[in-house]
């Protein structure tokens, strides 16, 4: 009897479920084109840490939020995509506003996001998500169009309204370390630079921030470059002239979704590795993570 009992209280503490840490990180949004003036860079996408408990036995959604398309001739670039794990959502980055301030109306306007995109003069940036990103930036103290903003990003917004995109965050450069992802050593979601037009002078000051923002264009100094695949990095803005150099934005760079836990490999999905006494599972696109 004391067997059958001993059998009975070990099977009813038998484990069910364990918690996981996700680094979900969406998709960085699009560059605004410059097209008579330039172009604000995107805004980079939304990421956040969350834990949660996943039950043995059950598969969970993983979706990787893609990045967001450069903007179309005089038009703004296109919001990034969310990312989603296991009931927590991270917004895709706002679009990058397009260019000549004369230009008004959401075709045109920065848009909101994870982190908010930025914007010309005369304009308002887009706003970024409470614990996910920041604000965007709008050209000021500049004539009409010198410089677009630069985009938000998660570590900081952007230092001033010339060109500069605000840096992603290295707080889990460890992870990024683990599973060989990231950029820039360990930083996520860079904002996208500002595009620069043929009146401005070139100082490199448009650089995409670090963790996968592209670099804005310039007249002078080349076309817009896109954000870093699977960073949630946004697209810098497109330079103005289009003359020596495309006045196109950048397109956004795709999110990631990271699933880290304590000890060896328990559940299946993704990329897996398991260093440091932790295992990490990496989406890189959608799929399914099997607890």
């Not at 949660?52 to 903007?71: E, H, P, R």
């Not at 045109?108 to 930025?118: E, I, L, T």
Request: glycine share 34%; net charge negative; with cysteine.
């Amino acid at each position: 009897m004391s067997g059958v009992m001993m059998m009975l209280a070990s099977a009813s503490f038998a484990e069910t479920a364990y918690d996981v840490a996700t680094l979900i990180i969406a998709g960085g949004a699009g560059g605004g084109d410059g097209n008579t003036g330039c172009g604000g860079g995107g805004g980079a996408g939304g990421m956040q840490e969350v834990t949660s408990s996943v039950d043995i036995g059950t598969g969970y959604t993983v979706t990787v939020g893609s990045g967001g398309s450069k903007g179309s001739t005089y038009y703004r670039g296109n919001n990034g995509s969310n990312s989603v794990f296991n009931g927590t959502t991270s917004t895709g980055g706002g679009g990058g506003g397009g260019p000549h301030g004369s230009y008004t109306g959401s075709s045109h306007n920065s848009q909101d996001g994870g982190s908010g995109g930025g914007d010309r003069s005369h304009r308002s940036a887009g706003s970024g998500v409470s614990g996910q990103g920041n604000d965007g930036i709008a050209a000021t103290g500049l004539s009409d169009g010198i410089n677009g903003g630069g985009g938000g990003g998660k570590g900081a917004s952007p230092a001033n309204a010339h060109g500069v995109a605000g840096a992603g965050s290295n707080s889990w450069s460890a992870w990024a370390t683990a599973t060989s992802t990231g950029a820039n050593s360990g930083y996520f979601a860079g904002g996208g630079g500002g595009g620069i037009s043929s009146t401005g002078s070139f100082n490199g000051t448009n650089s995409g921030g670090a963790g996968g923002g592209g670099k804005g264009g310039h007249y002078f100094g080349g076309a817009a470059v896109s954000g870093t695949a699977n960073t949630g990095g946004a697209g810098g803005g497109g330079g103005g002239g289009g003359q020596n150099y495309s006045e196109d934005g950048g397109n956004g760079g795709s999110g990631i979704v990271i699933i880290r836990y304590a000890g060896v490999q328990r559940g299946s999905g993704g990329t897996v590795v398991t260093t440091g006494g932790y295992t990490y599972h990496t989406f890189t696109s959608s799929g399914t993570f099997s607890a």
